[in-house]
Nanobody, 120 residues
């Protein structure tokens, strides 16, 4: 079992910044990729950024150059630094952690989500 707890959401003005964190606990040794997804009301959950254990990253086009994902393996924590925030970034942000399975696909763990609201 893996538990993911997100922190850092809140209300910010356009152009502002937030830093999200996600702490993993439990059976964390086999976690490979961690990432952030977001879901706005009435929309599908979408990928924001991912980071592998070795440090390779992947970003959605909409956040490239503004968001930075990082990972502290010693602290079992993944971060999302969000700069130059836009109203369209408003969503619930979910932490994700993947683990390999015997079935050829990853088991996907999810946090409870943290609300990010960008508004003046």
């Amino acid at each position: 079992q893996v538990r993911l707890v997100e922190r850092g959401g809140g209300l910010v003005q356009p152009g502002g910044s937030l830093r999200l964190s996600c702490a993993a606990s439990g059976s964390i040794a086999s976690i490979t990729v961690m990432g952030w997804y977001r879901q706005a009301p009435g929309k599908q959950r979408e990928l924001v950024a991912t980071i592998a254990r070795g440090g390779s990253t992947n970003y959605a086009d909409s956040v490239k150059g503004r968001f930075t994902i990082s990972r502290d393996n010693a602290k079992n924590t993944v971060y999302l630094q969000m700069n130059s925030l836009k109203p369209e970034d408003t969503a619930v942000y979910y932490c994700n952690a993947d683990q390999p399975t015997l079935y050829g696909s990853d088991y996907r763990h999810w946090g409870q989500g943290t609300q990010v609201t960008v508004s003046s």
